[in-house]
T-cell receptor, first 113, second 111 residues
Framework: NAGVTQTPKFRILKIGQSMTLQCTQD?????MYWYRQDPGMGLKLIYY???????DKGEVPNGYNVSRSTTEDFPLRLELAAPSQTSVYFC????????????FGSGTQLSVL | GDSVTQMEGPVTLSEEAFLTINCTYT??????LFWYVQYPGEGLQLLLK?????DKGSNKGFEATYRKETTSFHLEKGSVQVSDSAVYFC??????????FGKGITLSVRP
């Protein structure tokens, strides 16, 4: 049972480059989320989705884009990488329902130099 | 909007000490409350949860009670172990389906 799978695990980008962080889940969860984690700052929500074809902004969406064409996949796109986007990124998913727990991927460590 | 406030860290304890990590929240309606734990190099995983007032969540010796009157969900453990060293996050799910996290607190337990 794979759960939530994120790729890549590590990446170094140059300023201005673009990349896509991949996230896929095999649990048929409707809800999916992208967070970034910075030291001492907890987790900040970037974007989330409550189902295929539906996405919405979180707290810190600037500089990122997402799409949700299938239930399984929720890629995060960085178009013009900036040093401020150096962070650890986590994808997560859960079933519908307020009390349902989040399942997290193992994270992507991104450095923009 | 929704928010979660955790006590400042880090916290360092000796093995078998009593642990309390404070968490208070602000939310409209009736949120569900969670504690997540992150071990070094890993993603977060659910430790315990409570979905309504006065519920007590418990797991691995940790407990937290949903206190609506004080808007709190403090985490406690009677006797910590070295293996409990991790980062602990308090969180809530509000009416908009978003999960809001506190800043997290690092716990280090000395042998």
């Amino acid at each position: 049972n794979a759960g939530v799978t994120q790729t890549p695990k590590f990446r170094i980008l140059k300023i201005g480059q673009s990349m896509t962080l991949q996230c896929t889940q095999d649990m048929n969860h409707n809800y999916m989320y992208w967070y970034r984690q910075d030291p001492g700052m907890g987790l900040k929500l970037i974007y989330y989705s409550v189902g295929a074809g539906i996405t919405d902004k979180g707290e810190v969406p600037n500089g990122y884009n997402v799409s949700r064409s299938t239930t399984e996949d929720f890629p995060l796109r960085l178009e013009l990488a900036a040093p401020s986007q150096t962070s650890v990124y986590f994808c997560a998913s859960r079933r519908q329902g307020g009390g349902e727990k989040l399942f997290f991927g193992s994270g992507t460590q991104l450095s923009v130099l | 909007g929704d928010s979660v406030t955790q006590m400042e860290g880090p916290v360092t304890l000796s093995e078998e000490a009593f642990l309390t990590i404070n968490c208070t929240y602000t939310a409209t309606g009736y949120p569900s409350l969670f504690w997540y734990v992150q071990y070094p190099g890993e993603g977060l995983q659910l430790l315990l949860k409570a979905t309504k007032a006065d519920d007590k969540g418990s797991n691995k010796g940790f407990e937290a009670t949903y206190r609506k009157e004080t808007t709190s969900f403090h985490l406690e453990k009677g006797s910590v172990q070295v293996s409990d060293s991790a980062v602990y996050f308090c969180a809530l799910t509000g009416a908009n389906s978003k999960l809001t996290f506190g800043k997290g607190i690092t716990l280090s337990v000395r042998p």
